[in-house]
T-cell receptor, first 112, second 112 residues
Framework: NAGVTQTPKFQVLKTGQSMTLQCAQD?????MSWYRQDPGMGLRLIHY???????DQGEVPNGYNVSRSTTEDFPLRLLSAAPSQTSVYFC???????????FGPGTRLTVL | GENVEQHPSTLSVQEGDSAVIKCTYS??????FPWYKQELGKRPQLIIDIRSNVGEKKDQRIAVTLNKTAKHFSLHITETQPEDSAVYFCAAGGGSQGNLIFGKGTKLSVKP
């Protein structure tokens, strides 16, 4: 199993550009989530999904959209990038919310 | 919603000493408490977890204790080694919000 994969590993955007961060898992996990990690702030939940077709907002959802059309994939979209979205983004998956979450390798995003 | 406080934010110990990191949570419905270790530039990885029906759990040099009444849980690392140096995150899940909320992390440095 590849586990949780994320692409790209690094990305530089200009303010106002849009992009999609990809996340996929091959463990048949129902629960998937996106976190951002900033220095001194820990891991903050952006959006999560409890299954295909179901998504919900986390602690810091503004400026991000998600969709879950399949069990395997959970892309995160930045509609109009802002410097405040410079961060490291982690995708995670688990069988359910109160279970071991497996993290992807992360995407380091810089918005100029 | 759930709020997780973690202390201390930094911890420096001599090799061979013990290290203790403490977390408190606010949602009494939370029932799952994992601890993650994150090395520099890497993804968070689960090192131990505990559920609310257990008061203590051990795995070699690592132990976690849970006090449901006081709503706090702690990570204990004995006989610390330089490779234990990393950032450690606690989290609480399974509560009314239905997702995992992380503390802000503790940077542990083990000096040889």
């Amino acid at each position: 199993n590849a586990g949780v994969t994320q692409t790209p590993k690094f990305q530089v955007l200009k303010t106002g550009q849009s992009m999609t961060l990809q996340c996929a898992q091959d463990m048949n996990h129902e629960y998937m989530s996106w976190y951002r990690q900033d220095p001194g702030m820990g891991l903050r939940l952006i959006h999560y999904s409890v299954g295909a077709g179901i998504t919900d907002q986390g602690e810091v959802p503004n400026g991000y959209n998600v969709s879950r059309s399949t069990t395997e994939d959970f892309p995160l979209r930045l509609l109009s990038a802002a410097p405040s979205q410079t961060s490291v983004y982690f995708c995670a998956s688990s069988y359910w919310d109160s279970d071991t979450q497996y993290f992807g390798p992360g995407t380091r995003l810089t918005v100029l | 919603g759930e709020n997780v406080e973690q202390h201390p934010s930094t911890l420096s110990v001599q090799e061979g000493d013990s290290a203790v990191i403490k977390c408190t949570y606010s949602d009494s419905a939370s029932n799952y408490f994992p601890w993650y270790k994150q090395e520099l530039g890497k993804r968070p990885q689960l090192i131990i977890d505990i559920r609310s029906n257990v008061g203590e759990k051990k795995d070699q040099r690592i132990a976690v204790t849970l006090n449901k009444t006081a709503k706090h849980f702690s990570l204990h690392i004995t006989e610390t080694q330089p490779e234990d140096s990393a950032v450690y995150f606690c989290a609480a899940g399974g509560g009314s919000q239905g997702n995992l909320i992380f503390g802000k992390g503790t940077k542990l440095s083990v000096k040889p």
